[in-house]
């Protein structure tokens, strides 16, 4: 199985900041990793797939990059909506796996 | 308008066994591959079980192999769980995703994702 080691666990940070979330993987994914939005109570959003294509309707503050075993997700204006949790998940192969998630609190 | 609605969750004593169904709608379902994936309470996603659109090609995470099966009724636009021999870890919000694109032989990622059942493992 490919591990997926995602940092920091949980993140604090303002309004209007930048903000970078990291996934490595334990063996090279090409660009096939994803990220995903999760807010509580509530079903992951996809943001991002194949490294950094932009799903459709997702802000364009969302950004991805990486290749090979390490990838970062950026945000890079925070805005009130995006305090969530953020996984990576890849899809090298048929049997995908996520990362433990990143929380993004209010500061 | 795609939707995905799961229902069959519910309370089952360990080493019971519950089905688990995810009607779609919005979308031509044989052409995608669908995912189940469980958030276990407080806990991050898992990927549980993947089948191909056609229901030929079937994938199982490694805690599940032997005791899920995943199925899919292409005539009435339904995925199925069946899960046996339930074990207390197996508690979790269960998820059915669809594949981001059409004609994957699996699941990739997912692009919509229904509201989710909940299965309680426990005496």
């Known amino acids: 199985d490919i591990q997926m080691t995602q940092s920091p666990s949980t993140l604090s940070a303002s309004v209007g900041d930048r903000v970078t979330i990291t996934c490595r993987t334990s063996q090279s994914i090409s660009s096939w990793l994803a990220w995903y939005q999760q807010k509580p109570g509530k079903a992951p959003k996809l943001l991002i797939y194949k490294a950094s294509s932009l799903e459709s309707g997702v802000p364009s503050r969302f950004s991805g990059s990486g290749s090979g075993t390490e990838f970062t997700l950026t945000i890079s204006s925070l805005q009130p909506d995006d305090f969530a949790t953020y996984y990576c998940?890849?899809?090298?192969?048929?049997?995908?796996?996520f990362g433990q998630g990143t929380k993004v609190e209010i500061k | 308008e795609v939707q995905l609605l799961e229902s069959g969750g519910g309370l089952v004593q360990p080493g019971g066994s519950l089905r688990l169904s995810c009607a779609a709608s919005g979308f031509t379902f044989s052409s995608y591959a669908m995912s189940w994936v469980r958030q276990a309470p407080g806990q991050g996603l898992e990927w549980v079980s993947g089948i191909s659109g056609s229901g030929g090609n079937t994938y199982y995470a490694d805690s599940v192999k032997g005791r899920f099966t995943v199925s899919r009724d292409n005539s009435k636009n339904t995925l199925h769980l069946q899960m046996n021999s339930l074990r207390a870890d197996d508690t979790a919000v269960y998820y059915c995703?669809?594949?981001?694109?059409?004609?994957?032989?699996?699941?990739?990622?997912?692009?919509?994702w229904g509201q989710g059942t909940l299965v309680t493992v426990s005496s």
């Open positions: 995703a669809r594949d981001h694109a059409p004609g994957h032989s699996g699941w990739y990622a997912g692009d919509y």
């Open positions: 998940q890849q899809y090298n192969s048929y049997f995908p796996t």
